[in-house]
Nanobody, 124 residues
Framework: QVQLVESGGGLVQAGGSLRLSCAASGRTFRTYAMGWFRQAPGKEREFVARINWSGSFLSYADSVRGRFTISRDNAKNTVYLQMNNLKPEDTAVYYC?????????????????WGQGTQVTVSS
């Protein structure tokens, strides 16, 4: 079993940056693909980015490509989401999730474990 804890959210002005972290428990972290999702009020949870177990495969939603970067450090059992040039429409609760498939999925329902989420608010 994998337990996930996100951190790094906060309030930032448009154009600013934040770095989210997701710390995982369990020795099997390195075997999981990891994903970041977000959910704004009144909207469905949406895919943001994913990374395979080794970090050799990355994938992004069109809305964040070129601004966000996903990475992982298996020695620290941590996955990161660097968010640059933030926009008000990026405001949401951000969740990390673990998926036992090879590359991870873009569909939330495919993930096995979820963190509790961290709030990101971007002011205009």
């Amino acid at each position: 079993q994998v337990q996930l804890v996100e951190s790094g959210g906060g309030l930032v002005q448009a154009g600013g940056s934040l770095r989210l972290s997701c710390a995982a428990s369990g020795r099997t972290f390195r075997t999981y693909a990891m994903g970041w999702f977000r959910q704004a009020p009144g909207k469905e949870r949406e895919f943001v980015a994913r990374i395979n177990w080794s970090g050799s495969f990355l994938s992004y939603a069109d809305s964040v490509r070129g601004r966000f970067t996903i990475s992982r450090d298996n020695a620290k059992n941590t996955v990161y989401l660097q968010m640059n040039n933030l926009k008000p429409e990026d405001t949401a609760v951000y969740y990390c999730a673990a998926d036992s498939s090879t590359f991870g999925a873009t569909i939330a329902g495919e993930y096995d474990y979820w963190g509790q989420g961290t709030q990101v608010t971007v002011s205009s």
